[in-house]
T-cell receptor, first 114, second 113 residues
Framework: GAGVSQSPSNKVTEKGKDVELRCDPISGHTALYWYRQSLGQGLEFLIYFQGNSAPDKSGLPSDRFSAERTGGSVSTLTIQRTQQEDSAVYLC????????????FGEGSRLTVL | DQQVKQNSPSLSVQEGRISILNCDYTNSMFDYFLWYKKYPAEGPTFLISISSIKDKNEDGRFTVFLNKSAKHLSLHIVPSQPGDSAVYFCAATSNFGNEKLTFGTGTRLTIIP
């Protein structure tokens, strides 16, 4: 597709379960980001992939969160043993990696942990 | 520690008038600033940006002003149109070449017809 694609768009899970969120970036974009937006909050940086470099994981809130990017394209964000405070919209973005600051965001995956 | 602050959660403006959205930052290392616009159920989209070497950048109806001494930037939309109703996020980054953005909490702009 032409834009960043995320799935699922909505996910309801029970506390303690693991979830996987998927992001398919724009073809040719070398940089990929995960952000999340909790209710009433701004967009919180989670993790950043750029080409073959080691990812910047400085925003991951705990070791329950991990992400990988396979083949420089699709990325999966995994949250283990989900907690209620993990409820948020998880946004993926991609960019060309050349410095413009212009990120192209997907529509997000809304996660609700009961 | 909110390094980028948007103190007005909402703003209502009459159609045709000027909308002014404000943003303050605390990190003096920030050198590049952006505004993103977000409609419901959509991801944010890039609107306009400004480098710290400038104090103004204009793109059509949108102008961003930067006051480095006050660590303040603003987005002006004139004239405001109903399609401008959205949530606007201010974002900042440091070290030219770093696309890891720090976002504010957003301001919901409503344009009244």
């Amino acid at each position: 597709g032409a834009g960043v694609s995320q799935s699922p768009s909505n996910k309801v899970t029970e506390k303690g379960k693991d979830v996987e969120l998927r992001c398919d970036p724009i073809s040719g974009h070398t940089a990929l980001y995960w952000y999340r937006q909790s209710l009433g909050q701004g967009l919180e940086f989670l993790i950043y992939f750029q080409g073959n470099s080691a990812p910047d994981k400085s925003g991951l809130p705990s070791d329950r969160f991990s992400a990988e990017r396979t083949g420089g394209s699709v990325s999966t964000l995994t949250i283990q043993r989900t907690q209620q405070e993990d409820s948020a919209v998880y946004l993926c973005a991609s960019s060309l990696g050349s410095y413009t600051g212009e990120l192209f965001f997907g529509e997000g995956s809304r996660l609700t942990v009961l | 520690d909110q390094q980028v602050k948007q103190n007005s959660p909402s703003l209502s403006v009459q159609e045709g008038r000027i909308s002014i959205l404000n943003c303050d930052y605390t990190n003096s290392m920030f050198d590049y600033f952006l505004w993103y616009k977000k409609y419901p159920a959509e991801g944010p989209t890039f609107l306009i940006s400004i480098s710290s070497i400038k104090d103004k950048n204009e793109d059509g109806r949108f102008t961003v002003f930067l006051n480095k001494s006050a660590k303040h930037l603003s987005l002006h939309i004139v004239p405001s149109q109903p399609g401008d109703s959205a949530v606007y996020f201010c974002a900042a980054t440091s070290n030219f070449g770093n696309e890891k953005l720090t976002f504010g909490t957003g301001t919901r702009l409503t344009i009244i017809p």
